[in-house]
C-alpha cells in the first residue's frame, strides 16, 4: 500500500510539474512525441486508415512501441497505470453487468414505454429514469440496455423513435456528469484528484437536473407535436418484433443488485474507505452466486474499455516525463492562455472532448486541474460536451447503432439538429452553477 501511494505522488509530482516548471527546461523527444501522435489520430479518427485497430488498439499498440523503443520500462508501464482507477471501473461494471443480466433494464424500459401518456410525458419519464440510472451506473451501458427496447416500444405505440433515441443518449450523458461514478472520465478524475464524493455531487446534482430538464425542453420545443410514425414498419423490425432479447425480471438477482448498489452510493457519501476497494468488494457479493456463472457477469465487463484506459496512461504518462507535454503547452502559455485559469480549461476540455473524445481529453488535461474546482470543471465539462456531435461520446455512437439494427436510421445531422443546442444550453447551466460555487 505504502509503495503504490508513493508511486502515485511521484506520478502527481510529474503531472504538477508541468504546470509549474518551465516550458522549455527540457528538449522534445521525438519517438515519445511521433507515438503520442499516432495514438491521438487514431482517437480522433476512431480507427487507423489501412488497419483494423480501434481506439483500445491504437492505444495498447502505443504504449507497446514506447516499452518496444526503450522510452518506458515494463515497470514503469505498470506504474504509469492507475490501478485505483482500473479497479473502481472493473467493481462497477460488474455490478452494472448484473443488472443486465437480472433483466432489469429492458422491464424498466419496456414498463416506461407502455405507459397510456402522451408523448411529451413518455419522454419526460425516459429521461429522468436514464438520467438517474445513469448518475450510478455505466451510461454506456445504460444506452446499451435500453435502446433497442425503447426502439420497438415507440413503433409498436407508433410514435417515431428518433426523438426518444436521441433522448435516452442525451440524457445519459448529462445524467452521468452528476456523480464520480457516472462514466469512466468521472471515475478518473475522482480517483486522481481524490475528490470527495459528497462534494462533487454538490458542484454537479444541479446542473446536471436542470440539464435534464433543458434536454426534455428541447427535444419538445424542436420535435413541435410531429410524434407519429410516418414511415413503413422497417423490414428487420417485422422480422425480429418478437425475438429482440428481452431477458425476463429474475427478481432476486435484481434485488440483489440494487442492494449492492444502495450500499455503495452510502459508503461513496458517508464512509471513508476508499472507493475502488469499496467497489470491488461489492462486485465480490455479486460473484456469490448460485445461478448467475462468474463468466456471464465478467463477460459484460468492458475489457476493452480498460484497454483503452491502460494504453493511454503509458502514452500519456512517457508525455509528461519526458517534459514534452510542457513543450506543447508553450504556444498557448506563449498567447496568454493558462490551462490552470477555469475558464480556459472549461473551454479547453469542451473542445479537446469533441476533437479526441472524452476519456483521452481528459486524461491529458489532467495535469492542469489540480486547482480547486478544476475537477468538477473537467468533469462536468467533458461529460456535457459529448453530446454535440455524434462521436462525441460512446453512448451517442451505442444509441444509434443499435437503432440502425431495427432498421432506424439516425445521422449526424439529425443528431446534431438535437445535441448541439442541448450542449450549448447545459453547459451554459454548468458554467453558471460553478462560477456562483466558485464566486
Not at 231 to 243: A, S
Not at 379 to 398: D, F, H, P
Not at 408 to 431: K, N, Q, S, Y
Request: net charge positive.
Amino acid at each position: 500500500m505504502l509503495r503504490a501511494r508513493g508511486e502515485h505522488a511521484s506520478r502527481l509530482c510529474r503531472c504538477q510539474e508541468v504546470v509549474t516548471a518551465p516550458y522549455s527546461l527540457r528538449p522534445v523527444d521525438t519517438t515519445v512525441v511521433v507515438v503520442f501522435a499516432f495514438v491521438y489520430a487514431g482517437m480522433i479518427l476512431g480507427e487507423i486508415p489501412g488497419l483494423a485497430l480501434d481506439r483500445s488498439g491504437v492505444a495498447l499498440l502505443g504504449a507497446i512501441a514506447l516499452i518496444a523503443t526503450g522510452r518506458v520500462s515494463l515497470a514503469g508501464a505498470w506504474q504509469a497505470v492507475d490501478v485505483s482507477t482500473m479497479a473502481l471501473l472493473i467493481g462497477l461494471m460488474v455490478v452494472s453487468a448484473q443488472f443486465r443480466l437480472g433483466g432489469f433494464y429492458a422491464h424498466l424500459t419496456q414498463r416506461l414505454a407502455t405507459r397510456a401518456v402522451p408523448a411529451p410525458v413518455l419522454l419526460a419519464l425516459l429521461v429522468g429514469a436514464a438520467g438517474l440510472l445513469s448518475a450510478v451506473l455505466a451510461n454506456d451501458i445504460i444506452c446499451l440496455a435500453m435502446a433497442p427496447v425503447l426502439t420497438v416500444a415507440c413503433i409498436r405505440r407508433g410514435f417515431t423513435p428518433v426523438p426518444f433515441l436521441l433522448a435516452l443518449a442525451c440524457a445519459a450523458n448529462v445524467g452521468s456528469a452528476a456523480t464520480l461514478i457516472g462514466n469512466p472520465q468521472n471515475m478518473l478524475i475522482g480517483q486522481r484528484l481524490h475528490l470527495s464524493f459528497a462534494g462533487y455531487l454538490g458542484d454537479a446534482a444541479v446542473p446536471a437536473v436542470l440539464g435534464l430538464a433543458a434536454t426534455w425542453g428541447v427535444i419538445v420545443g424542436l420535435t413541435r407535436g410531429r410524434w407519429a410514425w410516418q414511415g413503413t414498419t422497417p423490414e428487420i423490425l417485422t422480422r425480429r418484433v418478437d425475438d429482440v432479447a428481452l431477458r425476463p425480471l429474475a427478481r432476486w438477482q435484481t434485488a440483489k443488485g440494487l442492494i449492492v448498489l444502495a450500499a455503495l452510493v452510502v459508503a461513496f457519501l458517508a464512509a471513508p474507505w476508499p472507493r475502488d476497494v469499496v467497489a470491488l468488494a461489492g462486485a465480490g457479493v455479486l460473484l456469490l452466486s448460485r445461478r448467475t456463472a462468474s463468466r456471464d457477469i465478467l463477460g459484460l465487463v468492458d475489457w476493452e474499455l480498460l484497454v483503452l484506459f491502460a494504453g493511454l496512461f503509458v502514452v500519456n504518462d512517457a508525455l509528461v516525463a519526458s517534459g514534452t507535454l510542457g513543450r506543447m503547452m508553450a504556444p498557448l502559455a506563449g498567447a496568454g492562455i493558462d490551462l490552470r485559469a477555469p475558464g480556459a480549461l472549461f473551454v479547453g476540455v469542451v473542445a479537446l472532448s469533441n476533437l479526441v473524445s472524452n476519456v483521452p481529453a481528459v486524461m491529458l488535461l489532467l495535469p492542469f486541474a489540480h486547482q480547486p474546482g478544476g475537477g468538477a470543471i473537467l468533469a462536468l465539462a467533458s461529460t456535457l460536451a459529448g453530446n454535440l456531435l455524434l462521436v462525441g461520446s460512446i453512448a451517442n455512437l451505442i444509441v444509434v447503432e443499435q437503432a440502425a439494427r431495427l432498421g432506424v436510421r439516425i445521422g449526424w445531422r439529425e443528431h446534431a439538429r438535437i445535441g448541439v443546442p442541448v450542449t450549448l444550453v447545459t453547459l451554459g447551466l454548468a458554467a453558471g452553477w460553478l462560477w456562483m460555487r466558485g464566486g
